[in-house]
């Protein structure tokens, strides 16, 4: 299968525990975006990569929040010191340009804090 | 106001009905996406557009840039048609996309 990967699949935490979630996007893809998503809501836009280069933050990526694609290849999210507010599904997505192409998903990684 | 609202929001219909779901949004954008989203997270590109229409199957979808709206239209539904249907758009300023709130259609055998 050479679509996006997402690990885990599923996360539970306590409050205040940090998180790492992975990507893997399709291999040949040099922008990974990453998006969260709550019940009933659409995505809502986190940050992008281009190669290994972060180029755009949302102002919802608190300080707690930081994501890296160290080899332009896959990408971690981490949430440090998680509160409930945090629980969402964390969506990653691949294309080969920007807004004007194709974006494969990643099947998710659905965070619930206790 | 959202940059990107959707209606409806929820949508019943039934098996064979021609079904159409409707996108208008506030900003200028390079493309506007259609997306299909299934109970467990799974998130499938249908159509990226910039103009006119585009048909695959079952499905169409039209823009109007001057009117900054977009329809999504189904033929003949089918319940495996029932999803989460996302309009979003891409906008000229950058590479994000930004997206509606969905439309949760159901279809009855």
């Known amino acids: 299968d050479t679509g996006v990967s997402q690990n885990p699949r599923h996360k539970i935490t306590k409050r205040g525990q940090n998180v790492t979630f992975r990507c893997d996007p399709i291999s040949e893809h040099n922008r990974l975006y990453w998006y969260r998503q709550t019940l009933g809501q659409g995505p809502e836009f ?60 990643g099947p998710g990684t659905r965070l619930t804090v206790l | 106001k959202n940059e990107v609202e959707q209606s409806p ?18 900003v200028g954008i390079s493309a506007l996406h259609w997306l299909q989203q299934h109970p467990g997270g799974g998130i499938v590109s249908l159509f990226m557009l910039s103009s006119g229409k585009k048909k695959h199957g079952r499905l169409i979808a039209t823009i109007n840039i001057q009117e900054k709206h977009s329809s999504l239209h189904i033929t003949a539904s089918h319940p495996r048609d029932s999803a989460v249907y996302i309009c979003a758009v891409g906008e000229t300023s950058g590479s994000r996309l930004t997206f509606g709130e969905g439309t949760q259609l159901t279809v009855n055998p």
């Open chain 1, 46 to 105: 986190l940050t992008y990569f281009q190669n290994e280069a972060q180029l755009e933050k949302s102002r919802l990526l608190s300080d707690r929040f930081s994501a890296e694609r160290p080899k332009g290849s896959f990408s971690t999210l981490e949430i440090q010191r998680t509160e409930q507010g945090d629980s969402a599904m964390y969506l990653c997505a691949s294309s080969n340009r920007g807004a004007t192409d194709t974006q494969y998903f």
């Open chain 2, 9 to 26: 929001q929820n949508l019943t219909a039934q098996e064979g009905e021609f079904i159409t779901i409707n996108c208008s949004y506030s």
